[in-house]
């Protein structure tokens, strides 16, 4: 009489610590995500002079500031963008406009939404997908509007920074291309890559890098980081090529 209650109880124990391990990975994700984010808030104004290269085009240099949660881009090319989680606007002609989900950097492969700040609700359901000695990695389709139908990131936990990111267009078996983060630094009390690699696969394979040197940017005006300022003449410096 007691076997059939005994065989029940052994074949449910695997699928209780199934739930009690996701159970506990969405606890620790919980947990994490906050603290990236936090990670990539710049509480001081920091700025990185920005070297882009790309497999067979000229280099172009660019300016990325951060402030809060926002960060503003500026390339010598003419490129003038503000980027939050979840939102990118570009200035054109003087009037400032939501940028297409797949504006680019113009003669590179980095979306724009690619140097967007991480935020809380920038992944819908984010998953914890694997944890391993190489970082946590988190699955999740990004909050549209977005070129990407899914994006899986590999965090680092001590230094709560992204170093890897795996990027899907169309359907989630379409991997696309990946980027690295390398180098980091801390300046302003904030981890930030010396190095950003964007490995693209499809419709052929070519590698574009950022080098970025970065310094506290304290004397840089608030209002640049706001659409009015977006508008308004350049105020950069461009260090000496």
């Known amino acids: 009489m007691t076997s059939r209650p005994i065989y029940h109880t052994r074949r449910m124990i695997p699928i209780l610590c199934l739930v009690a391990g996701a159970v ?3 606890e620790g994700l919980h947990a994490l995500l906050p603290v ?3 990670q990539e808030r710049a509480p001081q104004t920091l700025r990185a002079d920005v070297r882009i290269e790309r497999e067979g085009a000229p280099a172009i240099d660019a300016v990325l500031l951060e402030h809060g949660r926002t960060r503003y881009l500026e390339t010598r090319t003419g490129l003038r963008a503000l980027l939050a989680p979840g939102k990118v606007v570009v200035v054109r002609d003087g009037r400032v ?3 297409a989900p797949d504006a680019a950097i113009e003669g590179t492969d980095i979306l724009l939404q690619d140097l967007e700040p991480f935020g809380i609700g920038t992944l819908a359901v984010p998953q914890v997908s694997d944890e391993g000695p190489t970082g946590i990695v988190v ?3 990004p909050t549209p509007p977005s070129a990407y139908v899914l994006v899986v990131h590999t965090i680092d936990p001590e230094r709560a920074v992204i170093e890897k990111t795996k990027y ?3 359907e989630i078996t379409n991997l696309v291309k990946m980027g690295r983060n390398d180098d980091f630094t801390q300046v302003g009390g904030r981890w930030r890559p010396g190095t950003m690699a964007v490995e693209r696969f499809r419709p052929e ?3 574009t ?3 970025l040197a970065w310094k506290e940017a304290p004397d840089t005006p608030p209002a640049l980081f706001t659409p009015a300022g977006l508008r308004a003449p350049s105020p950069i410096t461009w260090p000496a090529s």
């Open 36 to 38: 990236v984010a936090r």
């Open 97 to 99: 406009r939501r940028a």
């Open 209 to 211: 890098t950022l080098r």
């Open 168 to 170: 899907y267009r169309d």
């Open 139 to 141: 699955t999740g389709a």
């Open 24 to 26: 506990a990975a969405a």
């Open 205 to 207: 394979s070519r590698t």
